[in-house]
């Protein structure tokens, strides 16, 4: 097994008691120990380690064990290629760890001479200038203390830090991957990733990688609460690799978080998520620690930051119950296999979202299966309203899978919801279509042409208030069938949940234009039907009869 000091001293502080590991820390040690430091095809290039150890502690400040844990694997080669083990480099913990602090170190260590790879440079990838910024700022602020130094070795400006020998560049850049290819970078950094929901500025970045040798992508991050996007998957491809057994040995991951909710109430075991924390506590530890308990307090008098700091703090993120239709655990659990062949002619209800005829337009039909229900549902969108509103989710991906239609036209033609449901009624037994009534009028008449009878939801509200309870019970009861729609389980996300003074739910957009919801809205109007359809199969008359009682 190969040996390296400042690895062997941080795991043998853990197995004699000195400091605390969250089951990810564990997980990842059982994995090193069994597949990585087993090996006899790779080493740990010592004098890489320990320079750029001396670099950051000289010129930047004083190591924890947990860091100089990390930077050894950083340095992990082959012994017969000039090629470094690991390409990818994932570091999640709270914010307050030094994340900004270890990236600055080791940017500014790539393009020094002691490094020795020309043309080796570093981007930082953020989501906003100023937090691509940070690192570039905290190298430029030492460089000037110490410029009397630093002059003979490097130039830099606010944007840009350069080394004189190597000619490598540490910058910044910001997540517009429309207006940036590849470039010439060894090292890409993304910074706070988890707001990323699609995988087009990781690709696209990441296409100029392999141009010099030991190309890196170090990965830096808290936790966030954005779902269902790039960081979910990554995340869970991480977790296989701390299972052991992954074909993707070559990503390092380190996972610091609380293993469970309840834990938060006991400050001692707080570095479970915040290796800072592990005793003795430096100067700025202790800082950390006083504002972190300060927050906590705070949560006693007001809860409504508990979400924040959960995600933040403990990089274990909660869902409020109280304002989510479901957890996204229950919206994943959406995800499994339409039965197409057996739904062939069976009797379903169609349901139409059309409220503005500029953006997005949802159109669905639901079965009953058993316990079940089962939506089938597909979506249009002008491709203008997507590029405008600047839109996180990646549409175009979901668009290649078959999930929606982007449309170049200025407004979304009636026809195409009416050519959805005669597609569809040749496939199943569709007659009853329903909708609002805020852009039904404009529909209604070529639906009508076309044989179906088409009702109307008079109080989209007062289907709400009635059916809240029971969609939570059966998305808890994991009962609803999207099918692998991740458009369909984002559009749920973006539901929040009111509690009205009456003591009814509300249905509510948490944004206007940006978190689209018009799948799951025309699910619900489906949903408001299914029983007096479906189950009882009555005829449309005795249907339309029950929309008059209910006044609606």
């Known amino acids: 097994m190969i040996k390296q000091k400042y690895v062997d001293d941080y795991i043998k502080m853990w197995r004699t008691g000195k400091i605390l590991f969250n089951q990810e820390r564990i997980d990842l040690v059982r994995q090193l120990e069994s597949e990585v430091l087993v090996r006899d095809d790779i080493y740990f290039d010592e004098e890489q380690i320990e320079q750029c150890i001396s670099y950051i502690e000289k010129w930047y400040f004083k190591l924890e064990p947990f860091q100089k844990f990390i930077i050894p694997f950083i340095f992990l080669k082959y012994k017969k290629r000039d090629k470094l083990f690991y390409k990818d480099i994932v570091i999640v913990i709270p914010r307050g760890n030094g994340k900004n602090g270890l990236i600055s170190g080791l940017g500014d260590y790539f393009i020094s001479p002691a490094h020795g790879i020309d043309g080796y440079n570093v981007d930082v990838v953020a989501n906003s200038e100023e937090q691509a910024e940070t690192s ?9 203390k110490h410029k009397n130094f630093m002059k003979k070795f490097f130039t830099w400006t606010k944007t840009k830090v350069t080394g004189k020998k190597s000619l490598a560049e540490f910058r910044f850049r910001t997540s517009n991957a429309d207006t940036k290819d590849g470039g010439r970078p060894g090292c890409l950094i993304f910074d706070e990733w988890h707001i990323y929901e ?10 100029g990688l392999g141009k010099v040798k030991h190309r890196r992508r170090i990965f830096i991050s808290t936790n966030g609460h954005v779902r269902g996007g790039f960081f979910d998957k990554f995340i869970e491809q991480c977790m296989e690799v701390l299972k052991g057994g992954s074909k993707r040995q070559n990503r390092f991951v380190f996972i610091c978080k609380m293993d469970k909710k309840e834990e938060v109430e006991e400050p001692e075991l707080w570095e479970k998520a915040n290796p800072m924390f592990s005793k003795p506590l430096s ?27 959960m995600a933040k703090r403990m990089n274990l993120p909660q869902e409020d119950t109280a304002t989510r239709i479901a957890s996204w655990k229950d919206i994943m659990a959406t995800n499994k296999p339409i039965p197409y062949e057996k739904l062939k002619h069976q009797t379903c209800v169609g349901a139409i979202d059309f409220s503005f005829i500029k953006d997005f337009t949802a159109c669905g039909v ?29 549409i175009e991906e979901w668009e290649e899978q078959g999930l929606l239609t982007l449309l ?26 329903v909708g609002d ?18 009702l109307y939801v008079r109080n989209p509200h007062a289907i709400y208030a009635k059916l809240a309870p029971r969609i939570e019970m059966l998305f808890a009861q994991n009962r609803i069938i999207f099918g ?27 944004d206007e234009v940006r978190r689209k919801t018009d799948g799951f809205t025309a699910f619900v109007y489906a949903l408001w039907q299914a029983d007096n359809y479906l189950e009882d199969e009555i005829d449309i008359d005795d249907s339309l009869d029950a929309l008059e009682a209910l006044n609606f």
């Open 136 to 144: 570039i700022k905290e190298v430029y602020n030492m460089k000037e």
């Open 198 to 207: 699609g995988m087009k500025l990781i690709n696209t970045l990441s296409s």
């Open 484 to 510: 692998d729609n991740p458009l369909m389980r984002w559009n749920t996300n973006n539901i929040a949940v009111k509690i009205k003074n009456d003591g009814n739910k509300d249905f509510l957009k948490k």
């Open 408 to 433: 170049d036209e200025p407004v979304i033609n009636i026809q195409h919801m009416v050519n959805y449901f005669c597609n569809m009624r040749e496939k199943y037994g569709l007659e009853i279509i």
């Open 366 to 394: 639901l079965f009953k299966d058993g316990e079940n229900y089962i939506w089938d549902s597909h979506q249009f969108a002008r491709r203008d309203f997507v590029k405008e509103a600047n839109l996180k989710p990646p």
């Open 437 to 454: 009534t805020f852009r039904l009028d404009i529909v209604k008449t070529a639906l009508e042409a076309e044989g179906f009878h088409v």
């Open 283 to 309: 100067p700025y530890a202790e800082e950390l620690y006083d504002t972190v308990m300060d927050e906590f307090l705070d949560l006693q008098e007001d809860p409504s930051g508990r979400s924040e700091f």
